[in-house]
């Protein structure tokens, strides 16, 4: 039995490998670990069905036999734990990628996030273009820390890692507003992530189901 | 040799237990384990010594023989690793801890931050009061979800975890808007965490830095 994963029926990003489950389905690619996907609609993701499997009726889920996970970070580290090739053997080097994992999601998405929400809520708003500003600022400021921290190495820490894996998908969301741009390093560090062949084999999979979906 | 962390000379939130090294001392009280505290000033925290502990100039660190951490939730997960009391021995019920550890950092923060940004960066602006409420109901949705899955239980997964621990640290974060008492549970769940014997270790210790520094 493979584990089954679920992702958006019609994926608000129109298949740009933005949405979550391709953070996942980029770590089973990494880990050369088959895996079935189930696709809910925007109404079965807030039923009490998936309510059960996530709290917060989002996606990815990620269920295994007896073993039913939710939020993406998570399910990467326990891909990452249960397979080679994420998470170096090393324990200090280990400790030190999934520093890196939590950097991505707690200290680089939060003001990426808040881009977002700029762009899709507050368009009309007599703020938007003051307030994106201030938030485009603000991922200014993470992204010149993290530029500076990785110079010209190829990975955040040693070999290519989970950490990574989140710090490039975090940063692939962010390119669009022109930002990642700006520092020529990330940009070409988020090139060398999306020129591995899992990420590629990913990007194709939540693509054709987006091409599928709408006809196209 | 005790581990070491990092914490705010003169925290912002004078003491109230909200600065992240209050997640990893409270960590460290659960898990028996005695540790020192280097404290930093905010120019310290930008400087190169402390930038090449944590790429983005942030505390809490965690140092340990070879081994130097950055990111709370990292730390956390790290002692809890290393440590009993923090995630269950059975491993699904371990995973969904930690699938926990990630809902407080990266779906429940996210928009708590924002209130942040809101209460700190927005006050003399035009739209604070509309951008405030809009952040507010954002925060709602997520609380309303969790406490929809809490419901009368004590913890969020079987016994206390870790993803307890950061879950509260979190919720913490926005009781002072009022926000949490519209939550009954949550704001009962909330107060056992803080009941805990090693969460008022650790909130003690981190008011003493305070008080000391600021005279009081």
Do not use: C
């Given at each position: 039995?493979?584990?089954?994963?679920?992702?958006?029926?019609?994926?608000?990003?129109?298949?740009?490998?933005?949405?979550?489950?391709?953070?996942?389905?980029w770590a089973?690619?990494?880990?050369?670990?088959?895996?079935?996907?189930?696709?809910?609609?925007?109404?079965a993701?807030?039923?009490p069905?998936?309510?059960?499997?996530h709290?917060?009726?989002?996606?990815?889920?990620?269920?295994?036999?007896?073993?039913?996970?939710?939020?993406?970070?998570?399910?990467v580290?326990?891909?990452?734990?249960?397979?080679?090739?994420?998470?170096?053997?090393d324990?200090?080097?280990?400790?030190?990628?999934?520093?890196?994992?939590?950097?991505?999601?707690?200290?680089?998405?939060?003001?990426?996030?808040?881009?977002?929400?700029?762009l899709?809520?507050?368009?009309?708003?007599?703020?938007?273009?003051?307030?994106?500003?201030?938030?485009?600022?603000?991922?200014?400021?993470?992204?010149?820390?993290?530029?500076?921290?990785?110079?010209?190495?190829?990975?955040l820490?040693?070999?290519?890692?989970?950490?990574?894996?989140?710090?490039?998908?975090?940063?692939?969301?962010?390119?669009?507003?022109?930002?990642?741009?700006?520092?020529?390093n990330?940009?070409?560090?988020?090139?060398?992530g999306?020129?591995?062949?899992?990420?590629?084999?990913?990007?194709?999979?939540?693509?054709?189901v987006?091409?599928?979906?709408?006809?196209?």
């Amino acid at each position: 039995m493979n584990p089954t994963i679920t992702a958006f029926e019609l994926s608000p990003d129109r298949g740009r490998g933005l949405a979550r489950d391709m953070r996942v389905r980029w770590a089973l690619e990494e880990a050369g670990q088959r895996y079935d996907v189930r696709l809910l609609s925007f109404s079965a993701m807030k039923e009490p069905a998936h309510r059960a499997r996530h709290p917060f009726g989002q996606i990815p889920t990620y269920e295994d036999g007896d073993l039913a996970l939710f939020e993406s970070g998570a399910i990467v580290l326990h891909i990452a734990e249960s397979h080679a090739g994420l998470l170096p053997p090393d324990p200090v080097a280990r400790a030190r990628a999934i520093s890196w994992m939590f950097a991505a999601l707690n200290t680089v998405e939060p003001p990426i996030l808040d881009l977002q929400t700029v762009l899709f809520l507050e368009r009309d708003k007599s703020w938007f273009e003051e307030r994106r500003a201030m938030v485009k600022d603000a991922i200014r400021r993470r992204l010149a820390e993290l530029s500076g921290h990785l110079r010209d190495a190829d990975w955040l820490d040693g070999g290519f890692s989970a950490g990574d894996l989140l710090m490039v998908s975090v940063l692939l969301r962010v390119r669009a507003a022109g930002i990642l741009d700006e520092y020529p390093n990330l940009a070409a560090y988020v090139a060398r992530g999306e020129a591995r062949p899992a990420y590629q084999r990913a990007f194709a999979a939540q693509l054709a189901v987006f091409t599928a979906a709408s006809g196209g």
